[in-house]
């Protein structure tokens, strides 16, 4: 099993990117549903004004070469688009367990 953390930072307002957040939290926790190697995905909006990231989320494929699929994927490719405009970073670490 892999697990895939990803967080991101996002720039705006903090209206629009709490807007922006909800709409990508939405469409991310669609993914399980559309992507046949995603096991399960969890998504988290930071309530905490003291820390930087907007979002972090933790998704669960069967083999690391499962990442490269599921971030291909045409649903992800979509949810990913949502915060295009406003990312101002990501971290990421994939990691087998």
């Given amino acids: 099993m892999t697990k895939h953390i990803v967080m991101f930072k996002l720039q705006g307002s903090d209206e629009t990117r709490r807007e922006t957040a909800l709409r990508f939290?939405?469409?991310l926790e669609a993914?399980?549903?559309q992507i046949d190697v995603l096991q399960s995905i969890e998504v988290g909006l930071?309530?905490?004004p003291?820390?930087?990231w907007d979002i972090v989320l933790t998704a669960v494929v069967p083999t690391m070469a499962d990442?490269?699929?599921y971030a291909k994927h045409p649903a992800h490719v979509a949810a990913a688009a949502i915060i295009g405009d406003v990312k101002q970073a990501r971290a990421c670490v994939d990691y087998n367990c």
Wanted: cysteine-free; proline content about 7%; glycine content about 0%.
């Fill in 25 to 27: 939290k939405a469409a």
């Fill in 31 to 33: 993914l399980p549903s």
């Fill in 46 to 48: 930071n309530e905490n």
């Fill in 50 to 52: 003291a820390e930087d």
């Fill in 67 to 69: 990442v490269a699929t």
